[in-house]
Each structure stands twice: as C-alpha cells, then as structure tokens.
C-alpha cells in the first residue's frame, strides 16, 4: 500500500495550489481518504476527509476557502486550496484507511505561503 503526495510548492499570499495523492497497492475506491497538515512546532491536523461515499468535512480554518475531492478511476484524491494565508504553509500529508485501520501515509508535500 502507497500513496504519494505532489502539487506544494511556493505561493503568495492570496494565491492557490491544488494537491494530489496517487494511492497503489489497495482498493482505493474502499478507502477513507483525508488531508493533514503540520508545521513546524504544531501537532499535525486534519484538514480535510471524504469517505467512500464522496461525503466531505473541512476544518473550520479552511472551510470555504479549500476543497476534498476524489477521482476513484485514477486512483487519486485532491485538495483544491485557494486564498492561502500565510499560516497555511506546512506540509500536507495524504491517509487512506479502511474503517478501524491505520491506514497509509504518504511523504508529504510542502507548501510554502509568502505575505
């Protein structure tokens, strides 16, 4: 089981950037899949959930302005980020997990918000 994280990188305040997880190795369309993040210094968070269902939840610091979404045919579950703000940068990791499972973590993908 993988999964794997890409689309961070430099952005300004304002601006927007899209992430991917790519899952292998499991039944992707079966899987929970959710968005975390973690700064240096802070516990890592969720962001962002969809369940298997394509029912979403946002955490209430990003709620309307960030968006969970899956595509089950490729394999791949997206966070669409607009207005970021400076305390957006961390990096943001992926999970996928069965219910009561663990589940996989990705690598993390760093996202870096300029004022």
């Known amino acids: 089981e993988q999964v794997a994280e890409s689309g961070g990188g430099l952005v300004q305040s304002g601006g927007s950037l899209t992430l991917s997880c790519v899952g292998s190795?499991?039944?992707?369309?079966?899987?929970?899949m959710r968005w975390y993040r973690q700064s240096p210094g802070k516990e890592r968070e969720m962001v962002a959930y969809?369940?298997?269902?394509?029912?979403?939840n946002h955490v209430d610091s990003v709620r309307g302005r960030f968006t969970i979404s899956r595509d089950n045919a490729k394999k791949t579950v997206y966070l669409r980020m607009t207005n970021l703000k400076p305390e957006d940068s961390a990096v943001y990791y992926c999970r996928g997990n069965l219910p009561g499972e663990s589940g996989v973590w990705g690598q993390g993908t760093l996202v870096t918000v300029s004022s």
């Open positions: 969809i369940g298997t269902n394509g029912g979403t």
């Open positions: 190795g499991f039944a992707f369309n079966r899987y929970a």
